[in-house]
């Protein structure tokens, strides 16, 4: 028997992470002040909205309702001009083996990610066809480090949490996964993501031969 996998989008399959800070420094320089590569640390992982709350608190702005509107719309715009042009070669290296490797042997997975650009996404990727499940920000009320996305992508892959297993870059992510009672695993540094049960810096570091001994039950 198999355990189920639960990526998330952003900093694990693709590198979108780097421009969803672009967009939130331009945001924020036009707004007149500066967000730093640290402070972008907690942003991943994080709705927009809650993003945005965040940006604008450290900045010490309060905005009207219908200017908060405006930002999330002309950052979303900013954000998704950034990668109108991706293709399947920007899938982050090492993923496509993994993802190859589950296919072929009927290997249950889905995406659990907190962006309502996922699907859209995964279909420039060419991926989008191949998830047994596809959860994102559209289909959740509560934003990660909330568990409700992975406790979703269980039922639909019809797994108990504790035989899920999640690939995580964020720090809200790895804390949501364990709310779930997943197995966490880390993409990205030790020092930001300590919290998950393993930590690999990218996925040309995951040995096929690990993947296939954590799915297995
Ligand atoms: P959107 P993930 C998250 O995606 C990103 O890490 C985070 O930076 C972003 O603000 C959030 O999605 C919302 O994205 O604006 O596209 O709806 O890492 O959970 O896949
Ligand atoms: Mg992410």
Not at 72 to 84: F, G, H, T
Request: include cysteine; hydrophobic fraction near 40%; charge should be negative.
């Amino acid at each position: 028997d198999y355990r189920g996998i639960i990526f998330d989008l952003d900093g694990v399959i693709v590198d979108t992470a780097k421009f969803h800070f672009l967009a939130w420094r331009k945001l924020a320089n036009d707004l007149g002040f500066d967000i730093s590569l640290d402070q972008n640390e907690q942003l991943k992982g994080v709705s927009r909205v809650h993003s945005l709350e965040q940006i604008l608190q450290w900045g010490g702005k309060t905005v009207s309702e219908a200017d908060f509107e405006r930002l999330m719309v002309s950052k979303n715009e900013d954000y998704l001009a950034r990668i109108s042009h991706m293709s399947e070669d920007d899938l982050l290296p090492g993923v496509k083996e993994v993802l190859d490797f589950l296919t072929e042997n009927d290997i249950p997975f889905s995406l659990g990610s907190a962006s309502k650009n996922a699907r859209p996404i995964l279909k420039s990727l060419k991926i989008y066809d191949r998830f047994t499940a596809i959860v994102d920000g559209n289909d959740v009320q509560k934003a990660k480090p909330d568990p409700e996305v992975f406790l979703i992508a269980s039922e639909k892959l019809q797994m108990k949490p504790s035989d899920c297993i999640v690939f995580e870059d964020s720090v809200a992510g790895v804390q949501a996964a364990k709310r779930a009672n997943m197995i966490s695993i880390g993409i990205g540094e030790e020092e930001v993501l300590g919290e998950a049960d393993h930590i690999f810096p990218d996925f040309t570091q995951i040995q096929i031969e690990f993947i296939k001994k954590i799915v297995t039950k």
